[in-house]
């Protein structure tokens, strides 16, 4: 990865601004982000707004959470801690493919990366699996349809079992990840942790269906659901749950995709998929209002409300053991 020096003389090659104002940006970038990427990932965000590409040349060796949209020629080193099952499906022309989708992590976050046809190869012959430390080398990041970012590994990249490396985590380790732990009302555009109750769920339609291919959301026609790039598929369903939550605080529309609408409602999406929407909806309040959750996830301003929202990374459900061992953490180290 380029050092912030390096990057803030290559934008001072290529725009008219003084290398004092480049290192204000991305010192504002950089606490905007509430310290979710490193000084060196600001850098990269700033030029990248700037329209200036510092992304194509070297082969980089990065950290997860200072993985950015754009990226390309990642390496990246990384436990598996998740395989999803492998999907079968129908490209046009009616060839079959293939795709597994695996979450890695090196402590610093989490990140999904699809493994597309041959590359499933890998995980079918169990050649990498759960637990495994992986290489991965020139694979690219980019905006994820469902919020956040995704590794994409083009045909010729690879990717590679190597030994157990015991400094990488089998999970994400909460401090220094950003997602520090905040009341509501202080709540700012970034990366936190907040806890509280869901106490409204919008009656919006909990179900959307996509692509299993490139997971694009597909449109319904007469003659069953069609990808603009893949054609006529059989979608995915997936759920979606927009809400409120409050701590007391104040609260904050609170948007959960997927698993975390899983992990909320305890419901599985096909349970909904032949009721009505009002049937769906009630079936979820039954289910979650009013339970408490932790719930990380990035805080950005809805720009139809002009308010706060936090589009859920993770959500736990609160378990109060944990929480107290926190607490008693937290008054331990402040009389230490
Ligand atoms: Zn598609």
Redesign the pocket.
């Known amino acids: 990865m380029f050092s912030l020096e390096e990057i803030i003389t290559e934008i001072e090659k290529k725009t008219k601004f003084s290398r004092n104002q480049l290192y204000q940006k991305i010192k504002k970038k950089h606490e905007e982000l509430s310290g979710l990427v490193s000084m060196e990932g600001a850098g990269h965000l700033v030029a990248r707004d700037i329209g200036i590409n510092l992304l194509t040349t070297k082969k980089r060796a990065l950290k997860i959470k200072d993985i950015v949209s754009g990226m390309k020629h990642i390496k990246l080193k990384a436990r598996v801690i998740q395989t999803s099952e492998i999907r079968e499906f129908d490209r046009k022309g009616g060839k079959k493919g293939r795709v597994c989708n695996l979450i890695l992590t090196d402590g610093t976050g989490e990140i999904r990366l699809p493994l597309w046809d041959k590359q499933v190869g890998m995980i079918e012959e169990n050649k990498i699996k759960v637990d495994d430390v992986v290489e991965i080398k020139n694979v690219f990041a980019k905006d994820s349809v469902f919020g956040g970012v995704e590794l994409g590994l083009p045909r010729l990249s690879r990717i590679e079992k190597i030994g157990d490396d015991e400094s990488i985590p089998h999970r994400v380790v909460v401090s220094g990840t950003g997602f520090k732990r905040v009341q509501i009302k202080d709540l700012k555009e970034g990366n936190y942790e907040i806890r509280g109750n869901l106490v409204q769920v919008f009656n919006i339609n909990p179900l959307f269906q996509t ?1 299993p ?4 959301k ?1 449109d319904k026609t007469e003659n069953g659901f069609v ?4 054609g006529k ?1 059989e979608p995915q369903n997936n759920m979606i749950i927009s809400g409120i939550v409050d701590d007391g605080t104040a609260s904050i529309r609170s948007v959960f995709f997927r698993d975390q609408a899983k992990t909320v409602t305890g419901l599985d999406p096909s349970v909904l998929s032949n009721m009505s929407q009002e049937e769906a909806i009630n079936l979820i309040k039954e289910n979650a209002l009013g339970n408490e959750f932790i719930i990380r996830g990035r805080i950005q301003k809805n720009k139809i409300f002009d308010t706060l929202e936090v589009v859920v990374n993770r959500v736990e459900n609160l378990d109060i053991e944990k929480e107290s061992n926190k607490i008693i953490n937290e008054i331990n180290a402040l009389s230490e």
């Open positions: 692509c291919e490139c997971r694009a597909v990808c603009s790039k893949h598929v």
